[in-house]
């Protein structure tokens, strides 16, 4: 597979690592998340399997162009308008997150809606570039922030603060039945893939994806799920975890840098976290934007001779995403943020279900062309 | 790209307003900063305002090089609850009070009797700029003598309280130390019991000394390790990675130092609620002081004396953890961590097992070496 | 038309020049006409390789034989080319009704200069000419391909100057080609007197802030290019060329990465793009972590910084301003002066208002030891004109740190990334991270 493909999972992987999803996996701690973790590791394999095999199948095709030729326009329309709502969401909600995440421990004194401004505005014009620009963007944050962010876990991982004794004792919950929240905010981590929803026009050749890109893939999964969840519980003990806001932060504090110009890892752990944000952000508002995009041919609006189109989204994007900046707050994120993950399973479940019936249409039309 | 300059041009519209708004904005120089060195939380006399916050403050100079002798400004105030306590000592500073850079956070005594450790804590935790990793400890005779002190030989901008801490200072096996996230698993899961150093203030010899430390026990006052107590659990919980300890035995009376140290322990489970705690413990070192005269040939025979005289000191502390019923250890932890949680026993019936648990104990004593003489 | 009206209109054409020479020997009835400016033709030449030859033939026949058979013989195709070769340094003859061109330029500016910009410890330490023909001769010595190809066209209203497109055939990327030729085509100017003059003219954004064309002196660079597959602009009159398309790495190497050993050139490109984050972040760094967040720092250290900020009266973005805007006017006029005096310049204005300014306490210590190290550090930087970019960013960045503190400066990096790649250079990506794999396929299209 090529690099760039790795990347979409990779990041949407990791920049969920802060956000609401160990919070929630905590919050259920005793409730039988190690199990659905498990279930979501199995699951969300086998769905970047099959979403990977579709797209591969079709090599520079997007899921609008597949809709285009296999569905009827009163279906179409409504649902790419729905798709670029829910990768709006999840942009809004990595917004949000570390908006109030900067004003909690970055800079305490700055109003929210300066805060929040300083992302919009640094991601929203790199939603125009074109896919391929993104992706090389990513290319390059991601080779700045990631060796950073490898070492800090290598950093928690060798801690002799950190206590084994609690990580077993939170991985013995694992008799019970896994509860949907959970799966949910587990299955979100692998969800990075149905970026190819649009990102497939990037890779028009075919793709070789075997089963060791797929157990690749399940391995480096696994491994983030079990840091997300595991780490903070070994820092922090087990019974009383779900009463950290914040787990990765607090973990993050509890690591120290005796011999480095900044001693507190809580730092540099959020200002290289934000460049994933970043990137997060960047990757679900430019998916979202193209989607706009196949809906409203953006494109072909123009005046006086200038494609003015394409900015049409742009003062909503940061217009609601400064409302909700203004009226949320942490529970009601953490609310939010739940019931999207749990939303999400049927969501992509049910577009599994269309994802079928799209191969099955075109290969009926492929083989009427031979004919 | 022929959306380009449109862009920049939309971009420049939207930022000047926004430039514009934020002419405001919180912009405060470091210099108007002042920064907390040193928390302490004492008992106050005042039956209202029950709580005491000392704090030292770092006094900025322009050259650390031109003025080596140390300077800080302390500040005291009682308040009903911390926050109260703390709000009114910023309005005794010209400057903003900053946190960030406490490293040491120190009880008093009395406060600890007092069973108001959590109440502490969550005003520790809630606070996002209080260090994770600062340190904890108990003052004696109060937090706020010990804040107040400077010792001899200090260095300017560097409390000498946290070279006893930090790693790169002092290496002694006396000294525990605690982060403010440790206390807090500590405090907060039943199985593992937090310890806390204390430290005492030597007025008179302007130094301070830190050999002994508190086990907080659920709900009991608090338990004195004495200095021998503190010293076996460092070495138990491998908390020191040297230590000195000496042997007498058979006519033998010598002085081992010790600077490899692995300790494991586990608890086995046995029929009716039965619990069998299984201590593993390795010590390499060499022989630092002895009376008598030694023999190279001999020196397994030592390591066997050595082993002998180690067990019975850690023997004795397991039998004192057991008997008072604290868990420093954390024992609990390990049960749970090896046993599926519906079928753990319950907490009474834990505790019921922890003190009538049977202690297995063994040390592999290597000592590689008598010194430079025999 | 005939020969003899061409004359005239040369003649009436090249009236104002009052350096038109006409010639006209007449010598056993041998008869030729010489036309040319006194003071662009080598009389030496002229006088060694037509004039005495003339009174040595026995007959015109073979004078207008020999004439075109000296290597310095052009066709002529127009009379407008005429009246521009007679000006850039040739000779018109006119035998037997013929007329003949003669390129008997006389350039006292064909001596090869040192290198000065891009100097070097290993390699030649020889830079381009101010001459066209001597920089084109220089490529075509150390680049034997006959796939090299160059095009001339003239450009410059005004002062019609010589402009060559060198570029490899089999290399160059064509899209790149054919862009390159129509923004030629374009360019409308009055005077074109240098070839960075083109890298403005040739770029179709008004407000560019990275160079678009890597500007060099060094032939052994052009021929690194070419090989590249770039291609190469020279103008005459210039000792610079410049290569296009490039990419942003371009910018952050120097020759001399080839000819050090691979370990040392390795050291030396960590310390290069160190020197350009620490140029690029330092002063934001200072700003955002002392005014917005000095929790960031070991104590210690915010401690000292803190400490040597007493006294000083601004706060720190003006303090970073104020000494960065002293630093830049350092650098300005050190370029300027002549070499005699700046190295006086420099002492003064780098030692003397250093610690002057610390002991009026106008500023901080830390602040002057990040100045000099912001100052240094920029000129590790390889390419003198990324390093103006960076001067410029540099300020941007500290605008938006003074506004959003430690996370606008980290976000302000990123979206400084962002922009680079989205930025194009002849329609290539500026900046993109490249692989080398064995097998060139790439398994990715353009999106």
């Keep these: 597979m090529s690099r760039y493909y790795y990347y979409l999972i990779l990041i949407n992987m990791v920049a969920n690592v802060i956000a609401s999803v160990p919070a929630i996996l905590l919050q259920f701690h005793k409730q039988g998340s190690v199990s659905s973790m498990i279930l979501a590791a199995i699951i969300g394999t086998i769905l970047i399997t099959i979403y990977t095999r579709f797209f591969n199948a079709f090599p520079g095709m997007t899921l609008p162009d597949l809709l285009k030729k296999t569905t009827a326009k009163w279906f179409y329309n409504p649902f790419i308008l729905l798709l670029a709502l829910v990768w709006f969401i999840a942009g809004l909600i990595t917004l949000v997150t570390f908006a109030f995440l900067l004003i909690r421990f970055v800079t305490p004194e700055m109003p929210i809606i300066q805060i929040g401004s300083t992302i919009i505005l640094s991601v929203i014009f790199g939603c125009l570039m074109r896919s391929e620009r993104v992706l090389y963007t990513i290319e390059l944050v991601t080779l700045i922030t990631f060796p950073l962010t490898i070492f800090i876990f290598y950093k928690a991982y060798t801690s002799d603060n950190l206590n084994w004794d609690f990580v077993k004792d939170a991985a013995l919950y694992v008799n019970q039945m896994p509860n949907l929240n959970s799966f949910g905010a587990c299955l979100f981590l692998f969800l990075g893939v149905v970026n190819l929803f649009i990102f497939n026009r990037f890779f028009t050749e075919k793709q070789s994806f075997k089963w060791k890109h797929a157990a690749l893939i399940g391995v480096i999964s696994t491994m983030t799920l079990f840091t997300t969840y595991f780490i903070p519980i070994g820092f922090h003990g087990f019974e009383n975890i779900d009463e950290l806001v914040y787990p990765w932060i607090s973990t993050s504090d509890s690591i120290r840098m005796e011999f480095f110009i900044i001693e507190r890892v809580l730092f540099v752990f959020i200002l290289f976290y934000l460049g994933i944000a970043f990137l997060s952000i960047l990757i679900h508002w430019h998916v979202s934007m193209e989607f706009l995009k196949f809906v409203f041919h953006l494109e072909k609006i123009k005046f006086r001779g200038l494609t003015v189109g394409t900015v049409i989204p742009l003062p909503f994007f940061i217009g609601i995403s400064l409302y909700f900046l203004r009226e949320l707050n942490e529970y009601q994120l953490f609310r939010i943020s739940g019931l999207f993950y749990d939303s999400l399973i049927f969501f992509f479940s049910l577009i599994t279900i269309l994802l079928f019936f799209i191969k099955r249409r075109m290969k009926n039309a492929r083989q009427a062309k031979e004919y | 790209m022929p959306d380009k300059q449109k862009n920049t041009k939309l971009f420049l519209l939207l930022l000047v307003p926004i430039i514009t708004l934020l002419a405001g904005c919180e912009f405060k120089d470091i210099d108007k900063n002042v920064f907390v060195s040193i928390i302490g939380i004492d008992k106050s006399d005042d039956e209202d305002k029950p709580y005491k916050i000392t704090l030292k403050l770092y006094v900025p100079t322009s050259s650390f090089k031109q003025s080596p002798e140390p300077e800080y400004a302390y500040l005291s105030q009682n308040g009903e609850t911390l926050s109260e306590a703390i709000r009114m000592l910023e309005s005794y500073s010209d400057k903003e009070l900053e946190f960030g850079h406490s490293k040491l956070i120190v009880i008093g005594e009395e406060l600890l009797k007092e069973q108001k450790v959590s109440e502490i804590l969550d005003f520790l935790l809630r606070r996002p700029d209080i260090q994770m990793i600062s340190w904890i400890a108990v003052g004696r005779p109060s937090a706020e003598e010990i804040v107040k002190m400077v010792s001899q030989g200090e260095n300017a901008a560097y409390p000498a309280l946290f070279n006893y801490f930090e790693d790169i200072g002092t290496e002694s096996q006396y000294i525990v130390t605690t982060f403010l996230f440790d206390f807090r698993r500590r405090l907060t899961e039943d199985g593992i019991d937090p310890v806390l150093p204390i430290i005492e203030g030597k007025k008179k010899k302007k130094h301070f000394e830190i050999n002994k430390a508190y086990v907080l026990v659920n709900k009991k006052e608090p338990y004195e390790l004495s200095s021998l107590y503190t010293q076996t659990f460092n070495i138990l919980s491998m908390n020191a990675s040297v230590a000195d300890l000496s042997t007498k035995r058979e006519g033998q009376q010598f002085v081992a130092r010790i600077d490899s140290i692995n300790s494991k322990f586990k608890v086995i489970v046995k029929k009716n609620n039965k619990i069998e705690l299984d201590m593993d413990t390795s010590l390499v070192g060499y022989i630092s002081e002895s009376k008598n005269q030694l023999k190279t040939e001999d020196l397994s025979y030592y390591s066997r004396l050595f082993e002998a005289e180690g067990e019975k000191f850690f023997t004795d502390f397991l039998t004192e953890m057991m008997n008072i019923g604290a868990d420093p250890l954390g024992f609990g932890v390990d049960y749970n961590s090896r046993i599926l949680h519906n079928k753990r026993m319950s907490a009474e019936e834990w505790n019921e097992a922890y003190k009538n648990a049977e202690i297995k104990l063994k040390v592999h004593a290597d000592l590689k070496s008598t010194g430079i003489i025999q | ?447």
């Design chain 3, 1 to 447: 038309m005939s020969s003899m009206e061409t004359i005239k209109w040369i003649n009436e054409q090249l009236k104002p020049t009052n350096e038109f020479i006409q010639k006209n020997l007449d010598y056993e009835n041998k008869h030729i006409l010489l036309f040319y400016l006194k003071s662009v033709v080598d009389s030496d030449m002229l006088q060694n390789l037509i004039i005495t030859p003339f009174f040595d033939m026995k007959s015109e026949e073979q004078l207008r034989l020999y004439v075109q058979a000296l290597p310095q013989f052009q066709e002529v195709q127009s009379k407008e080319q005429i009246r521009q070769e007679l000006l850039n340094g040739n000779v018109l003859a006119f035998i037997q009704d013929e007329l003949y061109l003669l390129d008997f330029r006389l350039s006292n500016n064909d001596k090869v200069n040192q290198t000065n910009v891009e100097t070097t410890i290993h390699g030649s330490q020889l830079a381009l000419s101010d001459n066209l023909m001597t920089n084109i001769n220089l490529i075509r010595t150390n680049y034997h391909q006959s796939s090299l190809s160059i095009e001339y066209l003239d450009k410059g209203e005004v002062n019609q100057q010589k402009v060559a497109i060198i570029y490899d055939q089999e290399k160059v990327k064509s899209d790149v080609l054919d862009i390159i030729r129509t923004r030629l085509q374009k360019v409308d100017k009055q005077v074109i007197t240098s070839t960075t003059q083109l890298n403005n003219y040739l770029n179709d954004k008004k407000f560019s802030l990275f160079p678009q064309m890597i500007m060099t002196e060094r032939p052994d660079r052009i021929i690194y290019n070419l090989a590249g597959g770039k291609v190469v602009l020279l103008v005459d009159g210039n000792p610079q060329a410049v290569a296009t398309p490039v990419v942003f790495f371009d910018f952050m190497t120097t020759m001399e990465d080839n000819y050090h050993t691979v370990l040392i050139s390795f050291f030396l490109r960590i310390l290069r793009y160190a020197g350009l984050i620490l140029s690029l972040l330092l002063p934001s760094l200072y700003v955002g972590a002392t005014s917005y967040t000095p929790e960031v720092f070991r104590t210690e250290l915010a401690l000292t910084v803190a400490g040597s900020r007493v006294g000083v009266p601004f706060s720190s973005f003006i303090e970073v301003l104020f000494m960065l805007f002293f630093m830049e006017l350092l650098l300005e006029a050190s370029i300027r002066l002549p070499k005699a005096v700046s190295a006086t310049a420099t002492t003064v204005g780098g030692l003397i208002l250093g610690t002057a300014v610390t002991e009026a306490s106008l500023a901080s210590n830390i602040m002057v030891i990040i100045v000099s190290a912001v100052a240094i550090s920029t000129f590790v930087i390889p390419v003198n004109e990324m390093a103006f970019s960076i001067r410029v960013l540099r300020l941007l960045l500290i605008l938006v740190t003074s506004l959003f503190g430690l996370a606008g400066l980290v976000l302000g990096f990123f979206a400084l990334i962002m922009y680079l790649v989205n930025l194009d250079s002849f329609g290539e990506p500026y900046l993109k991270l490249y692989t080398v794999s064995k097998n060139k396929k790439r398994s990715e299209g353009k999106a």
